[in-house]
């Protein structure tokens, strides 16, 4: 395992920029390491400090819609088979057993903060994750995605869903608290999957296109419906409640696949469920993102839900999503993942389009409309990072 501290010493540092200057921020002040950044007093400076605190840092001012230098990026599924240096550190390690090795966990999660200079880490981790740690028979599949053992369609399987506690995921406390301290400043976002999209493994038994199985449950059998979505309710509030007690500085709720639903039936069958999730984690004080690939039509529900943070997909613009939540969220999104792999003059065009609609949400976090693709470029990842922190500002993108 290599010692990462070198890489992530940084000297204590200050450095000032008007608007329109060219981006001189301390990017990478060893490799590739984005600073803590916080809007100075004087209404056109920005004093990059990176000794600030992390409550300061960039991304999470525009989490809770405070004025920010520049648009803070990250990416969903950073971490992972876009990197050589990922797919090395897990060349001999199962991704399920990588997941529970804190050592992995820490070193995977910094890989693309190093590479891309994003504005925030996310804990390398699974959805699945706190399922296999209370016994369900579950596992990730190279190339196709979680596959359960025993599929959930009768009361009885319930049995296979116990509570989560604590001590279920020791290793996820200790890789956060290592991360903490080796980000220094980063923010670290922790997640899980939502309810439904949880289901739609557990009930479906895998991935699936239309979730058929899932959803004839929801409709044909409304209180075992119930009945489960609250115990996966429970246990993601759990895995989360870890998680930020560790330290994380936001949470994320994948529920990837809510955007097969109706919104009538999202409201109906998976929001109440999802709210106690958003609900438990109020006091934590943290920033609470909500996302769900295909959910141009709940939008507004999944804000309605809890969220400070909606995530938007591609399909529909930060200015019509803007629209279509209350006020009082942010928004994160929305980069086609595939414009990645076209050439970098339209890649600029369309994320340039982006940052332009996102200056009508009350706070904007660029973010991909899903996640990275496994044939990016990585080094089109990082000279995005660098067009989004020099394109943002608050001169025209
Ligand atoms: O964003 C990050 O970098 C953090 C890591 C992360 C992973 N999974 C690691 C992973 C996150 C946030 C997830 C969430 C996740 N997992 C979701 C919600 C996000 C989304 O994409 O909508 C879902 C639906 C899953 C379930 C899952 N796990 C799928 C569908 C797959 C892909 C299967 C495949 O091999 O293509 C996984 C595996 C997985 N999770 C990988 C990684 C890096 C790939 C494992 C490998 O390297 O083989």
């Known amino acids: ?77 950073q971490a992972g088979r876009a990197l050589p240096e990922y797919r090395k550190a897990r060349a001999r390690t199962p991704m399920l057993t990588a997941c529970a090795t804190p050592d992995l966990i820490t070193e995977i999660t910094l890989q693309p903060v190093r590479r891309y200079g994003v504005d925030a880490a996310i804990l390398f981790s699974d959805i699945v994750v706190p399922l296999k740690a209370i016994g369900v028979g579950i596992d990730i599949a190279p190339g196709v995605g979680p596959v359960v053992d025993r599929p959930i369609r009768a009361e009885e399987d319930l049995a296979q869903l116990r509570s989560l506690e604590p001590g279920d995921v020791p290793y996820i406390t200790e890789a ?13 976002i922790g997640f899980a999957g939502g309810p439904f999209t949880l289901a739609c493994y557990l009930v479906d038994g ?24 609250g115990r996966l309710a429970d246990i993601t509030s759990s895995f989360l409640a870890v998680q930020a007690g560790a330290g994380v500085q936001a949470i ?43 959910t141009g039509e709940l939008l507004g529900l999944l804000g309605e839900a809890g969220a400070d943070v909606v995530g ?5 613009p930060l200015d019509e999503a803007a629209r279509r939540v209350e006020p009082g969220k942010a928004l994160q999104g929305n980069l ?28 904007h976090v660029f973010n991909l409309g899903h996640g990275v693709l496994p044939d990016t470029d990585p080094d089109m990842l990082a000279r995005l990072t660098d067009l989004v922190h020099a394109g943002s500002g608050d001169g025209p993108a």
């Not at 956060?176 to 670290?188: N, R």
């Not at 938007?312 to 529909?316: A, G, S, T």
């Not at 086609?336 to 706070?363: K, M, S």
Request: proline residues 11%; positive net charge; contains cysteine.
């Open 1 to 77: 395992m290599p010692d990462h501290r070198d890489l992530l010493a940084k000297p204590r540092l200050m450095l000032a920029r008007r608007p329109h200057d060219p981006v001189d921020l301390p990017r990478r002040v060893t490799g590739r390491f984005r600073p803590a950044c916080r809007a100075g007093t004087k209404p056109y400076d920005i004093i990059c400090d990176v000794t600030s605190q992390p409550e300061e840092a960039v991304f999470l001012r525009a989490c809770r819609r405070e004025p920010v230098p520049y648009t803070p990026v990250w990416y969903m599924r």
């Open 206 to 229: 895998g991935p699936s296109k239309s979730f058929d199985k899932t959803k004839a449950l929801m409709y044909g059998n409304p209180p075992l419906w119930n009945k489960l979505l």
């Open 312 to 316: 938007v997909d591609w399909r529909v």
């Open 252 to 294: 994320q709720l994948f529920d990837s696949w809510a955007g097969a639903l109706s919104p009538e039936d999202y409201r109906r069958s998976v929001l109440p469920h999802s709210s106690r999730v958003f609900a438990a984690l109020a006091g934590a004080g943290i920033p609470r993102i909500h996302f769900g690939v295909g």
């Open 176 to 188: 956060v608290k290592s991360l903490l301290s080796e980000l220094s400043g980063t923010p670290l």
């Open 336 to 363: 086609d993942p595939a414009v990645l792999l076209a050439p970098w003059d339209t890649i600029a065009q369309r994320a340039r389009e982006v940052l332009e609609r996102g200056r009508t949400a009350e706070g």
